[in-house]
């Protein structure tokens, strides 16, 4: 075990050929009345406030939905579990919350953890059977991580669905948009980055990040310190096949922030004022335009 700059307890845990690190908790597991009031309390401004931030903003949440909290049994999914939970104890919003969790092959032990984790933390989850990781490994050997994630995505939306859900929110965080968008210039030569919320393509529903505004940072401290050991490394086929490119943006970053601890904050805001004078092409659903066009 090491411990970081920022006194997080970090392990490494052994999958197949490869090391994952593992958020430890610093504490016993607290009673749940205590870790569900510190999200209105002691993390207030760092987990509620960013989360109805980006819930108003956003247009996440209104009246007459019907919401599938999707539950990988990591630290983010469980957090936003318990955002919502709250949000529906204190909002006037008139919406309705279900929680759905996908088991595409876990392992006996990330099972039962994230069974333990939705006991004691009081979220009534279902949970569901879908052989993704070994189809993912038959259909896509080399590099099965994209295809993983895509067919993860596609049943997911087809739960929610049948629940009869209109949308799916899922747990990506602040750091998780700031990667994104920066991954998409260093490795695919394209300006884009993750949305708050976008229609699908295949299923009449609507999917939702309401973390879009909350650090990765902020989740750590709230796991770890209310005790909660959340999944990490659940995929059992293909870890050790998975892209370093994230962590390497993830490092980047983190150097970055050293210097300019709102670094962050610009590379978000960078997707909130493209100046489309200053761009040398950019494209939309009727195709690629360049500068030259109104030159």
């Known amino acids: 075990m090491e411990i970081l700059e920022n006194n997080e307890s970090i392990a490494s845990t052994s999958l197949g050929s490869a090391v994952c690190e593992t958020v430890l908790p610093l504490v016993p597991l607290q009673p749940l009345k205590d870790i569900e009031r510190s999200i209105q309390k002691k993390y207030r401004s760092e987990l509620w406030s960013p989360f109805v931030r980006a819930l108003k903003e956003f247009e996440m949440v209104k009246d007459g939905d019907r919401i599938a909290v999707a539950i990988s049994g990591g630290k983010d999914s469980l957090v936003l579990s318990k955002l919502f939970q709250e949000l529906k104890r204190a909002s006037k919003t008139n919406f309705e919350v279900v929680f759905i969790s996908m088991n595409p092959g876990f392992n006996a032990i990330n099972l039962q953890n994230l069974k333990n984790n939705l006991k004691h933390l009081n979220i009534p989850c279902e949970i569901y059977d879908d052989n993704i990781f070994e189809v993912a490994e038959k259909i896509a050997k080399d590099y099965p991580c994209y295809m993983c994630a895509k067919m993860r995505r596609g049943s997911l939306y087809n739960k929610a669905t049948q629940l009869g859900c209109n949308k799916l929110a899922l747990g990506h965080h602040f750091d998780d948009v700031v990667e994104t968008t920066l991954m998409s210039m260093f490795y695919m030569g394209k300006f884009e980055t993750m949305l708050p919320k976008l229609k699908s393509d295949n299923y009449d529903i609507e999917l939702i990040r309401p973390l879009f505004y909350v650090e990765e940072k902020s989740i750590i401290k709230w796991v770890r310190n209310n005790g909660i050991l959340p999944m990490n490394c659940g995929c059992t086929v293909a870890a050790q096949k998975t892209s370093s490119k994230r962590r390497e943006t993830k490092e980047l970053v983190a150097q970055l922030v050293k210097n300019n601890p709102d670094i962050k904050k610009r590379i978000i805001q960078s997707t ?24």
């Open 272 to 295: 909130q004022n493209v100046n489309i004078e200053k761009v040398l092409g950019w494209k939309n659903s009727e195709g690629k335009h360049s500068f030259l066009e109104n030159y």
